[in-house]
């Protein structure tokens, strides 16, 4: 699959709890393990999700951003999961001596914020998501990159249809659509 999937209509996180929510969400959609992409700028809700995600996986402990140390394992977990946040990576080449390679094992599931500090080295993930802050809230879209990564999108597009505090966002061309009229220009 090329990487010119497109990018999953938005949908509003009204809370926190929300964001957590789409975590929980995901964890379904991971159960055989997979390559997640968390994009979004400082305060997006990255740590949130995987929070949302690790504690659906039966982690009961804190969830620590890994903001010094890169990657939190949590090996005890099915599938087993690796918490990744690459922010303070200065070199990509830097993943090559932490062995990096040796998490991204089919049946892991690799979550990772800041994937961009990383660029060349991590491959192709499964599925990406991108969380954008409102002023209350948090927007997220997100787009499959392999095989198994549709199959994970139409998964959590279903859960989200039905989960709490989440809500699908017209944008405004469905609008248009909608109204028959066409803002497009
Ligand atoms: N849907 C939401 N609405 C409002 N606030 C939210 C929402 N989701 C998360 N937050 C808040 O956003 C803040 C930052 O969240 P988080 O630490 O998950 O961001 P991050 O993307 O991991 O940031 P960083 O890039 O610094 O690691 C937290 O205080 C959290 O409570
Ligand atoms: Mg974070």
């Known amino acids: 699959m090329s990487n010119s999937t497109a990018w999953s209509s938005e949908w509003l ?15 379904q959609c991971c159960r055989d393990g997979g390559l997640v ?4 700028p400082l305060g997006a809700g990255k740590t949130t999700t995987a929070r949302g995600l690790l504690r659906a996986l039966g982690h009961e402990g804190k969830v620590k951003s890994p903001t010094y140390t890169l ?4 090996e005890s977990l099915s599938p087993m999961a690796y918490h990744f946040d690459l922010y303070r ?3 990509p080449e830097e993943l090559e ?9 089919d049946d ?15 491959g192709t ?49 469905e609008r248009a659509n909608s109204t028959g009229k066409s803002d497009d220009v």
């Open 89 to 91: 990576l200065n070199d």
């Open 71 to 74: 990657v939190e394992p949590y």
């Open 37 to 40: 992409f968390l994009h979004g």
């Open 125 to 173: 993930p499964d599925l990406e998501l991108e969380l954008e802050p409102t002023e209350e809230a948090r927007l997220v879209r997100y787009r499959p990159q392999s095989r198994r990564g549709a199959g994970m999108a139409e998964a959590l597009k279903q859960l989200l249809m039905s989960a709490k505090g989440v809500s699908a966002v017209q944008s405004s061309r």
């Open 97 to 105: 001596f932490m062995g990096f390679r040796d998490f991204l094992r």
């Open 13 to 27: 996180l009204s809370d926190e709890t929300a964001t957590e929510t789409l975590g929980a969400a995901l964890a």
């Open 108 to 122: 892991a599931l690799c979550l990772i914020e800041w994937p961009e500090k990383g660029a060349g080295w991590l």
